[in-house]
């Protein structure tokens, strides 16, 4: 007969292939990320180029036009690997995205990074200075080494409760190649720290805390919102980022920040976006004025909440008239 110790060797056996069976399941293949290994045999250097489209023009809904007016914050731009994220769409945000997206402070941001560069997941950190006007242009050059060819970037728009634009884990390597150009188109994202819906929102905290999500015409879906434009079916690019592969000299070690712009570079003109008019309800009809039997007539009114714009549709009448009835007469003296 076969021992006891025999018997729990075998099930103990047997409970570690089924639970070794569950994990292999649920895990699935062990593959590298798509991308994301960089083998080129030495650094790439970059021109960046960040240009606000943010014109009163392609976004006439509530644009700040003082107090302050339209403008963005200055960049912060990270080198990584796959193990950091400096912000992730659909994700929380963590404290130093919540400082940078409300009021544009990079402390935490920047203590976070420094972090990770310890542990060799972070490459290099880039400021630029901010731009005072919804449309311009900032730039500076960046260094990317092959094991950290993901960049990640955020600016803050201002006014904004919460509100930036970005780009996340961008890899600039394709196996041992740097890519030579990259454009892209940019959009607005809400850090899910503040719930206000427009540009000049108090501070209203939002409890509990939402994901990082990105803005579009229909969503938030209240006509308050100041992106909220129903007839388009996706908003217009705010600012887009252009990477330009430059030659690096062996003798030049440090980076240039905000130097002057190739002549390539030039501002992208957008279609203008109708604006419709919005009024407000009518209000309570008045009381009657004239003779009650025949002839007199009552009032109401409404006032606009927001002129239209770019050849949106015009404002309805702000007064309507109506016969009396007996009931709401008033009689002249």
Request: aromatic share 8%.
């Amino acid at each position: 007969m076969m021992s006891s110790e025999h018997l729990v060797c075998g099930w103990l056996q047997q409970l570690l292939i089924v639970l070794l069976k569950l994990c292999l399941t649920f895990a699935g293949p062990l593959q590298p990320l798509n991308g994301t290994d960089c083998t080129a045999k030495g650094p790439a250097s970059y021109i960046l180029v960040f240009t606000g489209h943010w014109s009163p023009q392609a976004f006439p809904k509530q644009y700040p036009l003082f107090r302050p007016p339209a403008q963005w914050s200055k960049f912060i731009a990270v080198s990584h690997n796959r193990h950091f994220r400096l912000w992730e769409e659909g994700a929380l945000a963590s404290v130093g995205v919540q400082n940078f997206a409300e009021i544009g402070v990079t402390v935490e941001l920047m203590k976070a990074a420094k972090e990770a560069r310890k542990r060799r997941t972070v490459g290099a950190m880039y400021r630029t200075a901010g731009i005072p006007n919804g449309i311009g242009h900032s730039s500076t050059e960046l260094l990317m080494q092959p094991r950290s060819s993901l960049l990640s970037l955020m600016v803050k728009m201002i006014p904004s409760p919460d509100w930036f634009v970005g780009v996340d884990s961008l890899n600039l390597c394709e196996g041992s190649q740097w890519k030579q150009e990259v454009t892209i188109d940019l959009q607005p994202y809400d850090a899910g720290t503040d719930s206000g819906f427009t540009f000049s929102s108090p501070n209203f905290p939002a409890i509990p805390q939402e994901n990082i999500t990105k803005i579009t015409s229909q969503m938030p879906n209240h006509p308050a919102n100041s992106f909220y434009y129903p007839r388009l079916k996706e908003l217009p690019p705010i600012a887009s980022i252009k990477l330009m592969r430059q030659s690096r000299s062996p003798d030049r070690q440090t980076s240039m920040s905000n130097h002057i712009l190739p002549n390539s570079i030039n501002p992208q003109y957008f279609s203008e976006t109708p604006l419709d008019c919005e009024v407000s309800l009518w209000s309570s009809w008045g009381l009657c004025l004239g003779p009650c039997s025949k002839g007199g007539v009552r009032h109401r009114t409404r006032y606009i909440l927001l002129r239209p714009a770019n050849a949106g549709v015009p404002c309805p009448e702000l007064e309507e008239q109506t016969e009396c009835v007996p009931h709401s007469c008033m009689k002249l003296q």
